[in-house]
């Protein structure tokens, strides 16, 4: 059998036969490369890695306190109005006139789970508790508490802040009841701040948030509560560096080493909180970033072992070059599985994260505009408060005459507008949300009709003439018939209080139908300075006491949930033209130029 002879420059990976002298020299310095592209690779990867993620923690870190923040600000702001609005509620200064408490307590619990307080009670003149959603208390004396004493010593409303028994900060919110300038109680509505604790502990970081004196009032930490935040942290037992250096293992770098020794290895944030001088802060741990620095190093590590082994295999196993080039090839595929598995589960981890954090943003926003629209509730109730003054002046003068059929009338009307108070105020819940369940077909002329039949009173008393253009024929829209007079009686009562002081008053509406439905409001008063900045909230160009601007913003609002706008700019002739488009419902014939003509 022929043979191949054999020579001195043979393969070294074929068995059996003699390696070059040189080559085992070559091998040593490719392990050596290996060795220094491995280690310069693990410290870019950690460099670049570790300053990415320490910016992306601290950004984190960030939006979660802007979060914190503004769920506390928004529950406080929701919390501080309901006092204003119990303490005129006629069934709880009737109690109190008569000092029958039978179904006041009942009347406490209904509201507290649609305020969302930790608890309502409602104490008479001596201090002692008479009506409370904790039917436990009734009898107790809270005479000489701070809510109740510096509620009686003032007629707004008091905020107090003050540790229970168990050492946990109670805040509430008390006012005085009042029947005219008699006091006859005090309501005090507690807020639930426990809750945020609870929240905050299901997350990494430790949280605290400290009142204008430096004084933790909530946190993670129980132990923490009452004491100056340096004085606390000073009392809190940190690892020793033998602890905190085997737990950091593996944590290369100039920087975090030393982090970990010097105990710096905690991210402090801090945001104020507006109200009161609060501040929350929040310590967050570098750990979740020393984890997946520390399992991609591993990953390179792993990769640069595997090539070593590769060229060790492939040097010493030439003859099975075509096996190891599939075996290669499959552990290759299977790295890229592997990543392509890692980056899938991340991107999916992020975008839970992005959802999670997108839900919270949209409820604090329907939480912070829940709060606006609690202060609204007054501004909504001044028009049927006034109105009712007036009915009830003509009532007296009717009796006073003898005449009680025409009386009766009078009183109906009173009894219809206490209704459409109440329909109002049920209304608070709904600004927070879009009210589609509650749409029905609409006649505009309807709801103008009803709208100026509340604002007659004052159209009398100001003097305005009044001109309608309606069409004949129907203008149905899909809306709120509550929420859409409610736009038209503050488009109203606008173009009266521009009017004020002018020697022409007149006061134009004209409804003109076709693909859109659009109602126009026109006066001769003074016209618009900045149209712009109309809609936005508590912006307002009236005299400080006259309003607070929320009027037009709430309008707006309205007008969007039901699908149109609501835009202004000022006349041809002078005023302000108002505009309220809706989607028209069916077919209907109108001519928009009228508005232009009566102009």
């Given at each position: 059998?022929?043979?191949?002879?054999?020579?001195?420059?043979?393969?070294?990976?074929?068995?059996?036969?003699?390696?070059?002298?040189?080559?085992?020299?070559?091998?040593?310095?490719?392990?050596?490369?290996?060795?220094?592209?491995?280690?310069?690779?693990?410290?870019?990867?950690?460099?670049?890695?570790?300053?990415?993620?320490?910016?992306?923690?601290?950004?984190?870190?960030?939006?979660?306190?802007?979060?914190?923040?503004?769920?506390?600000?928004?529950?406080?702001?929701?919390?501080?109005?309901?006092?204003?609005?119990?303490?005129?509620?006629?069934?709880?200064?009737?109690?109190?006139?008569?000092?029958?408490?039978?179904?006041?307590?009942?009347?406490?619990?209904?509201?507290?789970?649609?305020?969302?307080?930790?608890?309502?009670?409602?104490?008479?003149?001596?201090?002692?508790?008479?009506?409370?959603?904790?039917?436990?208390?009734?009898?107790?004396?809270?005479?000489?508490?701070?809510?109740?004493?510096?509620?009686?010593?003032?007629?707004?409303?008091?905020?107090?802040?003050?540790?229970?028994?168990?050492?946990?900060?109670?805040?509430?919110?008390?006012?005085?009841?009042?029947?005219?300038?008699?006091?006859?109680?005090?309501?005090?509505?507690?807020?639930?701040?426990?809750?945020?604790?609870?929240?905050?502990?299901?997350?990494?970081?430790?949280?605290?948030?400290?009142?204008?004196?430096?004084?933790?009032?909530?946190?993670?930490?129980?132990?923490?509560?009452?004491?100056?935040?340096?004085?606390?942290?000073?009392?809190?037992?940190?690892?020793?560096?033998l602890q905190r250096a085997l737990a950091s293992a593996g944590a290369f770098g100039p920087d975090i080493e030393e982090g970990f020794f010097t105990g710096a290895s905690l991210m402090q944030l801090e945001t104020r909180v507006p109200f009161r001088g609060w501040r929350l802060v929040s310590f967050t741990s570098y750990e979740s970033v020393r984890e997946r620095v520390n399992g991609v190093l591993a990953l390179i590590i792993m990769g640069f072992a595997l090539l070593l082994a590769l060229g060790f295999y492939l040097l010493n196993r030439r003859s099975q070059l075509r096996s190891l080039l599939f075996q290669r090839e499959s552990v290759e595929l299977r790295r890229l599985n592997d990543r392509l598995t890692r980056e899938v589960a991340e991107r999916k981890r992020v975008q839970e994260e992005l959802k999670e954090t997108e839900q919270s943003l949209a409820q604090s926003s329907k939480l912070a505009a829940l709060g606006e629209m609690s202060a609204a509730v007054?501004?909504?109730?001044?028009?049927?408060?006034?109105?009712?003054?007036?009915?009830?002046?003509?009532?007296?003068?009717?009796?006073?005459?003898?005449?009680?059929?025409?009386?009766?009338?009078?009183?109906?009307?009173?009894?219809?507008?206490?209704?459409?108070?109440?329909?109002?105020?049920?209304?608070?819940?709904?600004?927070?949300?879009?009210?589609?369940?509650?749409?029905?077909?609409?006649?505009?002329?309807?709801?103008?009709?009803?709208?100026?039949?509340?604002?007659?009173?004052?159209?009398?008393?100001?003097?305005?003439?009044?001109?309608?253009?309606?069409?004949?024929?129907?203008?149905?829209?899909?809306?709120?018939?509550?929420?859409?007079?409610?736009?038209?009686?503050?488009?109203?009562?606008?173009?009266?209080?521009?009017?004020?002081?002018?020697?022409?008053?007149?006061?134009?509406?004209?409804?003109?139908?076709?693909?859109?439905?659009?109602?126009?409001?026109?006066?001769?008063?003074?016209?618009?300075?900045?149209?712009?900045?109309?809609?936005?909230?508590?912006?307002?160009?009236?005299?400080?006491?006259?309003?607070?601007?929320?009027?037009?913003?709430?309008?707006?609002?309205?007008?969007?949930?039901?699908?149109?706008?609501?835009?202004?700019?000022?006349?041809?002739?002078?005023?302000?033209?108002?505009?309220?488009?809706?989607?028209?419902?069916?077919?209907?014939?109108?001519?928009?130029?009228?508005?232009?003509?009566?102009?």
């Amino acid at each position: 059998m022929f043979r191949r002879p054999r020579h001195d420059n043979l393969d070294p990976a074929v068995p059996g036969e003699r390696v070059m002298p040189g080559l085992s020299w070559t091998v040593r310095i490719v392990i050596v490369l290996v060795l220094m592209a491995a280690l310069a690779a693990i410290w870019v990867a950690n460099t670049l890695l570790t300053e990415r993620l320490v910016e992306t923690t601290r950004q984190r870190a960030e939006l979660r306190q802007s979060l914190y923040a503004g769920a506390i600000l928004s529950e406080l702001q929701r919390n501080s109005v309901v006092p204003l609005l119990l303490a005129r509620d006629p069934t709880l200064i009737a109690a109190l006139n008569a000092r029958d408490y039978s179904a006041s307590s009942q009347r406490l619990i209904s509201y507290v789970d649609e305020i969302g307080a930790a608890s309502i009670r409602l104490l008479d003149m001596d201090g002692r508790v008479v009506a409370a959603t904790d039917r436990k208390e009734l009898g107790t004396d809270y005479g000489a508490t701070p809510f109740f004493t510096e509620a009686v010593d003032t007629t707004d409303t008091v905020f107090t802040l003050a540790p229970n028994e168990a050492g946990i900060f109670e805040a509430s919110f008390s006012r005085t009841v009042q029947d005219g300038p008699r006091q006859l109680g005090v309501l005090q509505v507690e807020v639930d701040l426990a809750q945020f604790e609870s929240r905050w502990r299901g997350t990494t970081a430790a949280v605290a948030v400290t009142d204008a004196g430096g004084s933790v009032i909530l946190s993670t930490e129980p132990r923490w509560r009452g004491k100056p935040l340096s004085e606390a942290l000073e009392a809190t037992s940190v690892p020793s560096a033998l602890q905190r250096a085997l737990a950091s293992a593996g944590a290369f770098g100039p920087d975090i080493e030393e982090g970990f020794f010097t105990g710096a290895s905690l991210m402090q944030l801090e945001t104020r909180v507006p109200f009161r001088g609060w501040r929350l802060v929040s310590f967050t741990s570098y750990e979740s970033v020393r984890e997946r620095v520390n399992g991609v190093l591993a990953l390179i590590i792993m990769g640069f072992a595997l090539l070593l082994a590769l060229g060790f295999y492939l040097l010493n196993r030439r003859s099975q070059l075509r096996s190891l080039l599939f075996q290669r090839e499959s552990v290759e595929l299977r790295r890229l599985n592997d990543r392509l598995t890692r980056e899938v589960a991340e991107r999916k981890r992020v975008q839970e994260e992005l959802k999670e954090t997108e839900q919270s943003l949209a409820q604090s926003s329907k939480l912070a505009a829940l709060g606006e629209m609690s202060a609204a509730v007054s501004h909504e109730l001044n028009q049927p408060l006034a109105a009712m003054k007036t009915y009830l002046a003509g009532a007296r003068l009717l009796l006073q005459r003898r005449r009680a059929d025409e009386a009766l009338s009078s009183f109906q009307r009173i009894d219809d507008l206490i209704e459409r108070m109440g329909a109002i105020t049920r209304q608070l819940k709904s600004y927070a949300r879009k009210g589609g369940e509650a749409f029905e077909r609409v006649d505009v002329r309807d709801a103008v009709s009803s709208a100026l039949t509340l604002m007659e009173p004052q159209l009398r008393q100001e003097k305005v003439r009044l001109s309608q253009h309606l069409p004949d024929h129907p203008a149905p829209v899909l809306a709120d018939r509550l929420r859409l007079e409610q736009v038209i009686i503050n488009l109203v009562r606008n173009a009266l209080d521009a009017m004020k002081g002018q020697t022409s008053r007149e006061l134009d509406i004209l409804l003109t139908v076709g693909d859109e439905v659009v109602l126009a409001v026109r006066d001769t008063g003074h016209g618009l300075d900045d149209p712009d900045q109309l809609f936005e909230p508590f912006f307002t160009t009236k005299k400080p006491g006259e309003g607070v601007g929320l009027g037009l913003a709430i309008s707006s609002g309205i007008v969007a949930d039901l699908g149109g706008r609501l835009t202004a700019r000022n006349g041809q002739s002078g005023g302000a033209v108002f505009e309220v488009r809706l989607p028209a419902l069916g077919e209907g014939k109108g001519d928009r130029g009228a508005i232009e003509a009566a102009e």
